[in-house]
């Protein structure tokens, strides 16, 4: 599971002794673990930091986890969300089964199990070789490596961070913000910085990969 330790974790959750236990244990495995007790804060949390994956319960002080997830799918459609409940609430789960949800799991989780779920969520980022290809480009997150007729691209850090960051979101707009944060940790860029990356990204790929979307950020051609 040492793939954990790249990752940050977002957890909602607003039973504070559950959650200082919770988030001492999941700080052992993550690089980073972000807390929350209640639904604005969090949703202020996933947009300014890099979120890779979210753990949150059903019900918290100021609405319900679903409210929660449904304006997280509004923004990213692929970030891995697990639901702790303490107890099995089937309406919750029917109507949930549109947002891809991970796993639904009951609280207390007992140490072998919450083990278990970390080793479920680890397999989703240890993918034996994750290829994208489109037409003519194929890029491996493994490796790290980008191939245009099969001859090799060679990209900088922040190029290989803005093709994953587009990848990862296809099918929705990245923002400009997002990129900044994600890119630059966080570093202020102007418009024009963001534009001359992807100038010289498109010049080095010589296809269409990156469209941009006036005003607002990126996306996946």
């Not at 080793?119 to 070789?129: G, W």
């Not at 093709?163 to 923002?175: D, P």
Request: hydrophobic share 40%; aromatic share 10%; net charge neutral.
């Amino acid at each position: 599971m040492d793939r954990l330790k790249e990752l940050n974790l977002l957890f909602l959750e607003d039973n504070e002794e559950f959650a200082k236990n919770t988030t001492e244990f999941l700080n052992i495995y993550f690089k980073k673990v972000l807390h929350s007790d209640n639904i604005k804060d969090a949703l202020n949390l996933y947009e300014d930091n890099r979120i890779d994956i979210i753990i949150s319960d059903i019900k918290v002080n100021d609405g319900n986890g679903l409210d929660f997830i449904k304006s997280i799918r509004e923004k990213n459609k692929n970030v891995p969300i697990v639901v702790l409940s303490a107890h099995k609430d089937e309406s919750f789960l029917f109507k949930a089964i549109p947002l891809n949800i991970t796993s639904y799991e009951l609280k207390p989780l007992s140490y072998d199990k919450f083990l278990a779920l970390l080793k479920k969520i680890s397999d989703l980022f240890n993918v034996e070789d994750e290829l994208f290809q489109h037409h003519n480009l194929h890029y491996s997150f493994k490796n790290k490596t980008l191939f245009i007729n099969n001859k090799e691209i060679n990209l900088t850090k922040k190029e290989l961070l803005l093709i994953e960051l587009i990848i990862r979101n296809k099918g929705s707009v990245v923002a400009n913000e997002t990129i900044q944060r994600d890119v630059w940790d966080d570093k202020f860029m102007s418009d024009s910085a963001i534009k001359n990356l992807i100038f010289r990204l498109r010049k080095k790929l010589n296809i269409e990969l990156i469209t941009c979307v006036t005003g607002i950020g990126y996306k996946l051609s």
